[in-house]
């Protein structure tokens, strides 16, 4: 009897072997992806409620991973029967309450005073504006997708030109760090406003170096082609400027956005 796979209420019997990925694509239940099942943008993530036993060992893309969520172009098939569920994870529209209704402890209505609330689209914090509705960190990071298509699709196609190796390393370098920090603020900032606040300008920082570094390794890739013309040697020259001078910044910015918010919230008061 072949293993019964739930994803996302929809089901089918899997042959050992089979990823969690490619189960879901023949149910037809969409599942994020930038790399297309290659194990390294870790945005498949899906959570096993049932059957986990059935499945392989975690990998080595999957060690950053706690409790029972996997990433399903990693998570294979290994018993020829049993059963497994799993979802994928898909935040819905953020929604923050402002008055409650008959708690335990009473049975009046209490007014709110919370420290995050909302203003038509604006998220406000203490009564300043963090973020707005639309964000990059809505729907578990899935906007970044149309970005990561891009951009990925460049980095693969010059990887084996070794003048672009100065430029193309440091921009997937750089990439992988945006989608890992992306990562970090969705996880750290569901359950921490104050994480997500405090990383908000470094993120629109380190966000802005990495289209700049694209925008400059695509014109260091056509001005490669007409190397001893003075125009395009002068692209090359500023593509070189900026990757040596000004995108190593990047690194710091990311040190400053994993630090969080405990060193600014921690601070005396007194000291102000």
Known sequence: MPVEVEIDKKSMSADVGQSLFELA??????????CIKNGKCRECLVEITEGEQFLTPRSA???????RFRLSCRARVVSDSGRISCHTLRREAMRIEQHTQHLPTSFHDIPLAPAVSRQGDRIM???REIARGRKITQNMGKNLRHLMWPLTEFIEENRGIPEMSEFNKPLHQGVRGLQHLTLLLIAEGQANPHFLAAGATDYCRYFGNILLAYMWARM??????????PFYDAKIASARFFFKRIFPE?????????????PMMEYPEAMM
Do not use: C, Y
Not at 220 to 229: K, Q, T, W
């Open 25 to 34: 694509e023949m149910m037809q239940v969409q599942v994020p992806t930038s």
């Open 61 to 67: 893309q999957e060690e950053h991973l706690k409790g």
């Open 125 to 127: 914090l203490d009564g």
């Open 220 to 229: 260091a890739r056509v001005a490669l082609e007409s190397v001893g013309d």
């Open 250 to 262: 990047t690194v710091g910015l990311a040190a400053k956005i994993q630090a969080g918010h405990k």
